[in-house]
């Protein structure tokens, strides 16, 4: 698995872009990089991408994205 993290500018802050639906190609499955200790009971995970700093992509996903990413 690939690790990836979001790209941050020189201040730290992340840097967002907007892309057009004809540039993506297949949806990506991203597991997180926990860290150390639990994460809390009331954590819900429409919150994972702000919260965690890094992830794995999951090539084996599918076949498909095996193909694609391998």
Do not use: C
């Not at 990836?4 to 190609?25: A, G, M, S, W």
């Not at 919150?47 to 076949?63: E, G, I, P, Q, T």
């Amino acid at each position: 698995m690939w690790k990836v993290k979001p790209l941050l500018d020189r201040q730290k802050n992340q840097v967002q872009t907007v892309e057009h639906l004809d540039v993506i190609f297949r949806s990506a499955h991203l597991i997180p990089v926990f860290g150390d200790g639990p994460l809390p009971d009331d954590f819900h995970f429409s919150f994972s991408l702000d919260v965690f700093n890094s992830y794995y992509v999951n090539r084996y996903a599918d076949h498909h994205t095996f193909e694609i990413v391998f």
